[in-house]
């Protein structure tokens, strides 16, 4: 994963960045398709709102206090808060590992969720689970129970992206990018890369070990679909799997393949955000794809960076992408 940190002319301090009355913009759109015109509209831009970060990563849109983002910025172990006309301040440190291990890149947070009962939910790297933290949201602090840790009593790699399905339950993916050595790392106890669901009352249950490396994970909007992308040069795929009655998942079908993609541009399949009508806002080569449900590719917001993940804010008309150092954002015409 490319953890490069840029020069930028917007500089953040250790708890803060400011953001221009009027933001500049990078990148582009590309329309492949005249169906974007829908989501994007023509003359939409991307916006940098904060920057100067290590490597940004799981965007939640928190619809209190006037809405805010929350953000992961991996290396340093923390969360990151940005307010529309306040800027972006440091919100909880540590996030994801409490004490790091010698040689762990990545030992912060990475994809963040609320849970049915509104409180913060975390991909830990550095405690290998998807974590919750006790503090409410008003004033975090880091404290943190497991909501998963173990799957046949061994820990996890290091969760890396979740999603609620309306049950409650909690779906999430397990690759090794916060362990230091990787796959390879003596401390893994699991010798592949899961996709897990947890209940509400604790129980873990591995749906699925068939790809590589699982990253982002979404539900298509009537929850029969969940979508996984894997991140691996090798196999630069967006999977689709459909979902049984139980909860369980039926054989995967790939939805799109970026193997032709991913040689040309920087960045990997990777987080995404479904909108209401089945749209994928997918990051990967390039900056954050737009396939509709049949796999068909309608654009792509070019970012001009490696891109991490999206999440849909406001009131569903703006996409926010963790871009590398950055956060960006883009007026739609759809959303959640």
């Known amino acids: ?90 919100y909880l440190h540590p996030s994801g590992a409490l004490d790091a291990r010698p040689g762990q890149a990545e030992p912060g947070s990475n994809g963040l969720l609320l849970d049915p009962d509104g409180r913060l939910v975390l991909c830990q790297h550095g405690l290998r689970q998807v974590g919750r933290m006790r503090a409410p949201l008003a004033d975090p602090r880091p404290d943190f129970e497991p909501v998963a840790a173990r799957w046949d009593g061994k820990r996890f790699n290091s969760p890396n992206d979740a999603v609620y399905r309306s049950n409650g339950d909690l779906y999430f993916t397990d690759p090794p990018y916060g362990l230091p050595g990787q796959a390879d790392d003596p401390a893994k106890e699991i010798d592949f890369q899961g996709v897990y669901r947890v209940t509400p009352e604790g129980d873990v249950t591995l749906l699925t070990n068939a790809l590589s490396r699982p990253n982002g994970i979404a539900f298509s909007p009537e929850e029969g679909t969940l979508y996984v992308a894997n991140s691996d040069r090798g196999n630069p795929v967006w999977t689709a799997f459909p979902v049984e009655a139980d909860g369980t998942l039926g054989e995967g079908r790939v939805l799109f393949d970026a193997t032709t993609l991913a040689a040309e541009r920087s960045g990997l399949p990777d987080g995404m955000a479904v909108d209401r009508h089945g749209h994928l806002f997918a990051t990967g080569p390039g900056g954050v794809l737009v396939i509709d449900p049949d ?42």
Request: aromatic share 6%.
């Open 1 to 90: 994963m490319h953890l490069a940190r840029l020069a930028l002319p917007i500089v953040c301090t250790l708890t803060s960045c400011s953001t221009p009355d009027v933001l500049r913009t990078v990148g582009s759109i590309e329309r492949l398709d005249p169906a974007l015109d829908a989501l994007v509209p023509p003359g939409a831009v991307v916006e940098v709102v904060a920057e100067g970060f290590n490597w940004s990563e799981g965007p939640l849109w928190v619809d209190k206090d006037g809405g805010y983002l929350l953000f992961s910025d991996i290396p340093p172990n923390e969360v990151w808060r940005w307010r529309p006309g306040r800027g972006a301040e440091r």
């Open 295 to 336: 796999g068909r590719h309608l654009g792509t917001i070019l970012t001009g960076r490696a891109t991490s993940n999206c999440t849909f804010g406001d009131d569903g008309s703006t996409l926010y992408a963790t871009a590398d150092d950055c956060v960006v954002r883009v007026t739609l015409t759809t959303g959640r």
